[in-house]
């Protein structure tokens, strides 16, 4: 099982489909970059942008939704991640 990424005490049902989206792949992992040629997923406002680094105000300027999930392609094979992430979906 893939490691859970913290929310505030309380988490909406946005989050928990964010979640939920992100820990249903199987092939992606769920991590800010490695450096490296896997593919991975990230929820951006929790991960790389939380609100300590990056204000509500900012994210709003620039279009930084909290639903986003950020999706980043590595090197398997296409038809995998496919269908990898049409799994997770049909999950949420």
Not at 73 to 90: F, I, M, P, S, T
């Amino acid at each position: 099982m893939m490691d859970v990424v913290p929310f505030p005490p309380c988490i909406t049902k946005e989050d928990k489909k964010r979640l939920e989206t992100t820990t249903n792949v199987k092939l992606v992992k769920l991590a800010v970059s490695l450096g490296g040629v896997q593919s991975l997923v990230e929820i951006a406002t929790a991960m790389t942008h939380p609100e300590k680094y990056v204000s509500v105000e900012e994210r709003k300027e620039t279009g930084l939704k909290e639903s986003l999930i950020r999706f980043s392609v590595g090197l398997e094979n296409a038809e995998d991640l496919k269908k990898d992430l049409e799994h997770a979906l049909e999950k949420v």
